[in-house]
């Protein structure tokens, strides 16, 4: 497999005018480009070609889109996410995330979010003529929701995420290696649609380690660390297992399992430590103009 064929298969790594847009192939749920929960170093889009590449790939990528639908079955909870992102200048990322989470469970028929982000790579992925120096780049997300809970709860139905992420792809080993990791500044409660707790807010880590067995597929692990922001809420801990299928350079499947926690500990009158909304099944539908 050619390392070229990785680049595109992966991070869709591509040569225009004289420049290089490194596109991560996925929208998160929250719309930035990255993973199901976690952001990348890398950002969204893939370049103009033809007649348009030498004007129009200098100032803004195409644009990108993506759509998830999370089955969290245990705990009754639909949950789907449509948003789209772009980069301008081959570095400032800008997106828009859209969910409506039906939760009968807890009392809110229906909850919808709005997610507006932004993500500037700072540094180059082997930058200064290496073979080792990541992507690194810092992000923020405002994050808005309309659960009728928010009240109830004493919350704040808007917060803001600030992160640092580094992402490296590893071409040296028997299959490439996508390995990113970065800390997360957070007031959200339950990723942010119950609510924000605007007076509180931690610091957590997050992470990502994918494998390309072959060059149209990615197999990897995530993982989210619960924030603890204040009154005694602790959000509980992230994780998913994902099959990721480029069809094309453009259009990308994904499949995953993912854990939230337990949903009793949710449910429990009175305590707030280690929120979880269950388990269950994702899948998304990821494209590239």
């Known amino acids: 497999m050619s390392i070229d064929k990785i680049k595109i298969a992966l991070v869709a790594t591509i040569a225009a005018s004289g420049s290089l847009f490194a596109g991560v192939p996925l929208n998160n749920l929250q719309g930035t480009g990255g993973i199901a929960f976690n952001p990348l170093a890398y950002t969204a889009g893939l370049p103009w070609e033809g007649e348009e590449a030498s004007d129009l790939s200098q100032l803004v990528s195409k644009p990108q889109v993506g759509a998830w639908y999370v089955n969290l079955h245990d705990a009754d909870i639909n949950w789907y996410a449509g948003s789209a992102a772009l980069t301008f200048f081959n570095r400032l990322e800008v997106s828009y995330g859209y969910g409506y989470i039906n939760a009968r469970k807890y009392g809110d028929k229906s909850i919808e979010t709005h997610n507006i982000g932004a993500k500037l790579r700072f540094l180059d992925e082997n930058a200064f003529d290496t073979s080792w120096v990541p992507a690194l780049a810092v992000g923020g997300v405002w994050k808005y929701t309309d659960s009728k809970t928010v009240d109830a709860l004493g919350l704040d139905d808007n917060g803001f995420d600030a992160y640092l992420v580094a992402t490296k792809l590893i071409t040296e080993l028997p299959v490439p ?6 800390v997360l500044y957070t007031d959200e409660v339950v990723n942010g649609v119950v609510g924000h707790q605007n007076n509180h807010y931690d ?16 197999i990897g692990v995530e993982y989210k660390q619960g924030a603890r922001v204040g009154d005694g809420i602790r959000n509980h801990d992230y994780y998913d297992g994902h099959v990721a299928w480029f069809v094309t350079d453009k259009l990308t499947l994904v499949a995953a399992y993912v854990d939230t926690g337990d949903k009793d500990k949710f449910y429990r009158r009175g305590s707030a430590k280690n929120l979880g909304v269950g388990n269950g099944l994702v899948f998304s539908v990821q494209y590239q103009f």
């Open 177 to 182: 290696v996508l390995i990113s990791g970065g």
């Open 203 to 218: 610091t957590v880590l997050f992470g990502n380690i994918d494998i390309l067995p072959a060059e149209n597929i990615a």
